[in-house]
DNA sequence: CCCTGATTCGC
DNA sequence: GCGAATCAGG
């Protein structure tokens, strides 16, 4: 299978989120080896996790399995995002469903991790490690990682400082609270 | 044995 | 570029 974008958003998003190689690789599917997560990961310029045999690395202060600082998907060109892309959890790891992705029942069912695809919005609602931690999930704007609403709030275009808005940036979910 | 990530190397 | 095989530690 190809490294798509929004494999590898998904991929990055659970390495940086601190989810380990196997539960990444559990995310993308059956039949991916946590071995083609961490491949991929090297390749993609990511690592620096703390590896086990690694571990004892003289200099390694801490682990220190920092929250995620940076984007998880890749922005469209030629928008810069006002505010950096929210990113993915770790942790909120969700069983397996026996059956396919299939519709899930018409309940309002959580968006979680496993529900993402190119179709629906990935902006995360609440926080990560929460048991109702889950996405957006509305269709997304064409192109885009959102749909046109949390669009509007991670892809501003930059204006000139005078007609800035100062007001306080829209408090971004998933961000640690106060 | 189960797990972890890192590395190598044929494809 | 990809990932199975392998390594090496927990």
Same mark, same amino acid.
């Given at each position: 299978?190809?490294?798509?974008?929004?494999?590898?958003?998904?991929?990055?998003?659970?390495?940086?989120?601190?989810?380990?190689?196997?539960?990444?690789?559990?995310?993308?599917?059956?039949?991916?080896?946590?071995?083609?997560?961490?491949?991929?990961?090297?390749?993609?310029?990511?690592? !620096?996790? &703390?590896? +086990? #045999?690694? @571990?004892?690395?003289?200099?390694? %202060?801490? /682990? *220190?399995?920092?929250?995620?600082?940076? $984007?998880?998907?890749?922005?469209?060109?030629?928008?810069?995002? !006002?505010? &950096?892309? +929210? #990113?993915? @959890?770790?942790?909120?790891?969700? %069983?397996? /469903? *026996?059956?396919?992705?299939?519709?899930? $029942?018409?309940?309002?069912?959580?968006?979680?991790?496993?529900?993402?695809?190119?179709?629906?919005?990935?902006?995360?609602?609440?926080?990560?490690?929460?048991?109702?931690?889950?996405?957006?999930?509305?269709?997304?704007?064409?192109?885009?990682?959102?749909?046109?609403?949390?669009?509007?709030?991670?892809?501003?275009?930059?204006?000139?400082?005078?007609?800035?808005?100062?007001?306080?940036?829209?408090?971004?979910?998933?961000?640690?609270?106060?």
């Amino acid at each position: 299978m190809a490294w798509t974008e929004e494999r590898i958003a998904v991929l990055k998003a659970g390495w940086e989120g601190g989810m380990t190689a196997s539960q990444i690789a559990e995310q993308l599917g059956e039949g991916v080896t946590r071995n083609a997560v961490i491949g991929k990961a090297h390749r993609l310029g990511l690592e !620096a996790r &703390p590896s +086990p #045999v690694k @571990a004892g690395d003289e200099t390694a %202060a801490s /682990p *220190a399995l920092a929250l995620p600082s940076t $984007a998880a998907v890749t922005s469209p060109p030629g928008l810069s995002p !006002a505010a &950096p892309a +929210p #990113v993915l @959890a770790a942790n909120h790891v969700v %069983a397996k /469903p *026996a059956t396919k992705p299939a519709r899930r $029942a018409g309940k309002a069912a959580r968006v979680t991790l496993l529900d993402l695809n190119e179709k629906i919005c990935k902006w995360p609602i609440g926080h990560p490690g929460d048991a109702d931690f889950h996405f957006c999930g509305k269709p997304v704007q064409a192109n885009f990682p959102y749909c046109s609403e949390h669009c509007a709030i991670a892809y501003q275009a930059q204006l000139p400082r005078r007609d800035r808005d100062r007001r306080p940036p829209p408090q971004m979910p998933g961000m640690p609270r106060r």
